[in-house]
C-alpha cells in the first residue's frame, strides 16, 4: 500500500509499511536508525514489495495460468452427469469462469456422442470467456488435460 507514519503523524516512532493483498507489515524504527535512514529502509522495502506485486501480476495475467491449474486440469470445469425424474439422464461439461471480481460466466456442454467436439466447443468458449488467443502452449495444455474429463 503505503509507507506511513506509526502510531500517529504528530508523534511518530516508526515508519510503518502495510500491503494487506501479500500480508506484510513492517517497521522501520526512527529511534533506532534515524528519521532519514529509517525512511530510506521504508522506501526500499516499499520497492521490493511493489516488484513482487508486480511479478505476481503478471503470473496471474498469463492466459496460461487464467485457464489451468498447478496440477493441469482446467480451471472452472467440471464433467458431470445429469439425471433427473422424467428425463433422459446425459452427461454434459459445467462452466463456471470469473473473470472479473462479481463477473461470473457460466454455460453446460452436453456429450451427446461426439467427445472431441464438445471438448473442442469447451476450448473455445473458455478462450472467448477469457478473451485469450489459442497458442500452441495452450493447446498442449488442453491435450494434455483431456485425459482428466475423458
Known amino acids: 500500500m503505503t509507507i506511513m507514519f506509526h502510531p500517529n503523524k504528530t508523534n ?17 524504527s526512527i529511534k533506532q536508525h534515524g528519521l532519514a535512514k529509517a525512511k530510506k529502509l521504508a522506501e526500499e ?3 521490493t514489495i511493489d516488484k513482487k506485486k508486480r511479478y505476481r501480476q503478471l503470473k ?5 495460468n487464467k ?14 452427469k445429469r439425471e ?4 433422459k439422464p446425459y452427461e454434459c461439461f459445467a462452466v463456471q469462469v470469473t473473470i472479473a471480481p462479481k463477473t461470473h460466466k457460466s454455460t453446460e456442454i452436453i456429450i451427446k456422442d461426439d467427445f472431441q467436439a464438445a471438448y473442442e466447443k469447451l476450448q473455445q468458449s473458455l478462450l472467448s470467456f477469457h478473451n ?12 494434455q488435460a483431456k485425459r482428466l474429463y475423458w
Open 45 to 47: 522495502f516499499q520497492q
Open 84 to 87: 433427473r425424474p422424467n428425463r
Open 60 to 64: 496471474r495475467d498469463l492466459g496460461i
Open 132 to 143: 485469450i488467443e489459442n497458442s500452441a502452449e495452450i493447446k498442449d495444455m488442453f491435450a
Open 67 to 80: 485457464l489451468f491449474r498447478e496440477d493441469g486440469s482446467i480451471k472452472g470445469v467440471k464433467r458431470i
Open 12 to 28: 511518530p516512532e516508526r515508519f510503518r509499511v502495510l500491503d494487506k493483498e501479500l500480508k506484510i507489515q513492517k517497521y522501520f
